[in-house]
């Protein structure tokens, strides 16, 4: 089985190629250097000489809220191009299977319950990432479309929730919560500060998981390709909030420091809680605990910044 993995650069790609089953399989790996996803001339003849089976697509524009606030345009347009490139030219050159990474911040922003597949495009966006989501409904939509005109190619798309782990983004530029904890809280010990920032309440909640258990999904979807859903959530079923996260950050780096909260920042969605029932009815459950995820963030953190 010769499998394209886009993004195998990134941190869901790199934990892909990190998982034991991966040996198992034949890996195409080129980062943007060698296949740019924005040119559809180039990945048509990527395509139409490599010759996959399958492909997984986990490349992207990928940042946190204040990247996703300031380039909405790019992360649309990019995300966009991206998505209609690799599906058109995957569909063309007659790959047989197509897993298709999206994220849960394409479900509608006020939905307090657990957001069971359904729910995607029956309400408003949540703003701050307005123009990724739409991307990533676009790409879902358009492999949906495929798979109702053709037998020839199944699309399936993965709907992870918030992620973290090793081969994260730490920037202050472009990282996402948990890596930026890990990041600030380090810099605390270091310097000795008195307490370290909140952005808003910390009230609202998140479910992160570790990308590992992201990608032993992807591994189990490969096994078990026909039982998956067209749309599946990955996640954890359970969540936990902003402050909790601060609380088990600082437990595993020993900070002792206060917290104060900056109620003029953004905070995004109250909850945003991915429903499990179709992972639990295939009997598939991510395996790793909040602690054990953080500490080897943490690790992979310390060992990079070095
Ligand atoms: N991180 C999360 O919390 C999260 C949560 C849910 C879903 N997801 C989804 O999972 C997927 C992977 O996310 P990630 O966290 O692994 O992102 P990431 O670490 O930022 O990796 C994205 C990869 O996309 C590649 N890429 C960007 N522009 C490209 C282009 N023009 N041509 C080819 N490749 C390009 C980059 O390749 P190079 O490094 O080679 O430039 C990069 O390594 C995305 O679809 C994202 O939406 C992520």
Redesign the pocket.
């Given at each position: 089985m010769k499998i394209l993995l886009?993004?195998?650069?990134?941190?869901?790609?790199k934990n892909i190629l990190e998982h034991a089953d991966a040996s198992k399989y034949d890996f195409l790996t080129p980062?943007?250097?060698d296949?740019?996803?924005?040119n559809a001339k180039e990945v048509e003849t990527y395509l139409e000489k490599n010759k996959p089976d399958v492909v997984i697509?986990?490349?992207?524009?990928?940042g946190g809220i204040q990247a996703n606030m300031k380039e909405p345009v790019r992360f649309l347009v990019?995300n966009s191009d991206?998505g209609r490139n690799i599906v058109l030219a995957a569909k063309s050159s007659g790959v047989k299977y197509f897993l298709n990474?999206?994220?849960?911040c394409m479900y509608p922003k006020d939905h307090d319950g657990l957001l069971e597949e359904e729910l995607i495009l029956t309400g408003p966006l949540e703003p701050t990432n307005e123009g990724?989501a739409l991307a990533?409904i676009m790409t879902m939509r358009l492999g949906q479309y495929i798979n109702k005109e053709t037998q020839q190619m199944t699309f399936k798309t993965l709907v992870?929730?918030?992620?973290?782990g090793r081969?994260?983004?730490f920037s202050e530029k472009n990282s996402?919560m948990i890596p930026a904890v890990i990041r600030k809280m380090d810099n605390a010990i270091r310097d000795n500060s008195e307490s370290v920032e909140v952005w808003g309440s910390g009230n609202a909640r998140r479910e992160f998981m570790d990308?590992a258990d992201l990608a032993d999904f992807v591994f189990f979807a490969l096994k078990n390709w026909e039982k998956i859903p067209e749309i599946i959530n990955v996640g954890l079923g359970h969540d936990h909030s902003i402050n909790d996260y601060y609380q088990a950050v600082a437990k595993i780096l020993g900070y002792k420091g206060k917290f104060h909260h900056d109620l003029t920042k953004p905070e995004g969605m109250k909850r945003k809680l991915v429903s499990t029932k179709k992972t639990d009815d295939l009997g598939w459950k991510s395996k790793t605990s909040l602690e054990a995820g953080i500490k080897k963030a943490y690790e992979f953190y310390k060992k990079e910044s070095v």
């Open positions: 886009t993004g195998s650069n990134g941190m869901v790609g980062g943007s250097r296949l740019n996803l924005l697509h986990c490349a992207g524009l990928v990019e991206m990474m999206a994220s849960s990724y990533k992870p929730c918030n992620l973290y081969w994260d983004k996402h990308a």
